[in-house]
Antibody, heavy 122, light 115 residues
Framework: QVQLVQSGPEVKKPGASVKVSCKTSGYTFTDYGISWVRQAPGQGLEWLAWISVYNGNTRYAQMFQDRVIMTTDTTTTTAYMELRSLRSDDTAVYFC???????????????WGQGTRVIVSS | QPVLTQPTSLSASPGASARITCTLRSGINVGTYRIYWYQQKPGSLPRYLLRYKSDSDNQQGSGVPSRFSGSKDASTNAALLVISGLQSEDEADYYCAIWYSNTWVFGGGTNLIVL
């Protein structure tokens, strides 16, 4: 079965960076992409970025394009998202989700990781 | 004006049907887009329910009951998630989403109360 298992909670100071991992299994990693979505406390879902594991293409929400770095490791079928220059309003649960491998292909975030809580506090 | 607008909350009775709307901003034609729907219960990860563009272009999520269905109302430029035969376990937040301008956009979410 398809599974995405994320790394554990993080506490960071403002200005620092956080790197979240997303270990996948149960499907062919290189046939899909990965989206990253976050949810601030009591708020809705907010998309950050997408990467195609298939060809490395990326797309970003405008407000994150200068602060998010996504990578994938096909040997371990793991995706990573690093968010830099953290602020207090980056406090949220961060989710990875399996997504289509190409933006022109039908399909969207379907299987999700359990979420990683990131707290940014001085 | 947000790209996608959902009602904040909705109440319905067990056994009845609930219709959750997702209205696209003026100038963004609902007929053009695949609309994705997600369910999220408190403290849990989002669950993919279905994707709907038309009766010939749609997909049910894995294991999602057929009482969850999608449709569109061109007259109001809205997508709808219809949940028939409501059960207490359907009480949750529901989000719509579209791939718009090379980004994923989510609606603000609708809290469905079953009482």
């Amino acid at each position: 079965q398809v599974q995405l298992v994320q790394s554990g909670p993080e506490v960071k100071k403002p200005g620092a960076s956080v790197k979240v991992s997303c270990k996948t299994s149960g499907y062919t990693f290189t046939d899909y992409g990965i989206s990253w979505v976050r949810q601030a406390p009591g708020q809705g879902l907010e998309w950050l970025a997408w990467i195609s594991v298939y060809n490395g293409n990326t797309r970003y929400a405008q407000m994150f394009q200068d602060r998010v770095i996504m990578t994938t490791d096909t040997t371990t079928t793991t995706a990573y998202m690093e968010l830099r220059s953290l602020r207090s309003d980056d406090t949220a649960v961060y989710f990875c989700a399996r997504d289509a491998r190409d933006t022109a292909v039908a399909g969207g975030p379907d299987y999700w990781g359990q979420g990683t809580r990131v707290i940014v506090s001085s | 004006q947000p790209v996608l607008t959902q009602p904040t909350s909705l109440s319905a009775s067990p056994g009845a049907s609930a219709r959750i709307t997702c209205t696209l901003r003026s100038g963004i034609n609902v007929g053009t887009y695949r609309i994705y729907w997600y369910q999220q219960k408190p403290g849990s990860l989002p669950r993919y329910l279905l994707r709907y563009k038309s009766d010939s272009d749609n997909q049910q999520g894995s294991g999602v009951p057929s009482r969850f269905s999608g449709s569109k109302d061109a007259s109001t430029n809205a997508a709808l998630l219809v949940i028939s035969g409501l059960q207490s376990e359907d009480e949750a937040d529901y989000y719509c989403a579209i791939w718009y301008s090379n980004t994923w956009v989510f609606g603000g979410g609708t809290n469905l109360i079953v009482l």
